[in-house]
């Protein structure tokens, strides 16, 4: 059976643990990095990961966009969002439709 996971800072995940994800908090990047790595290898097939810990290992983050699992997605933290989350929506849209539907570029 497959898990759920998040990463980011203390703050921000906690309140993940009360719904039954598994709980990784992170300080800084290579905690992160260390920790993606390690729980992709472990049956995660879903990662949700803080966007301020995402834009800090966002290479290794790419390493497994091309595979089915896991799935990685940004989410915000406590600081509100950065707007990877959605900048990653609409970029798959305008690669599976050949332009951008869902938002007004004006």
């Known amino acids: 059976m497959y898990k759920i996971g998040v990463i980011g800072d203390k703050q921000s995940v906690q309140g993940f643990r ?10 800084n990047a290579d ?3 260390h920790t993606l790595h390690k729980i992709a290898k472990d049956d995660y097939a879903i990662i949700y990961i803080t ?3 995402c ?10 966009k091309g595979m089915r699992i896991p799935a990685i997605i940004p989410i915000p933290g406590l600081d509100g ?10 970029k798959a849209v305008e690669k599976a ?8 570029n004006n």
């Open 18 to 27: 009360a719904v039954g994800l598994d709980v990784f908090d992170c300080s």
């Open 31 to 33: 905690e992160a990095k």
């Open 51 to 53: 966007e301020t810990i």
């Open 55 to 64: 834009n800090g290992i966002i290479d290794e983050i790419n390493e497994y």
């Open 81 to 90: 969002t950065l707007g990877i989350g959605v900048s990653n929506i609409k």
């Open 97 to 104: 439709v050949g332009a951008d539907i869902l938002f007004d």
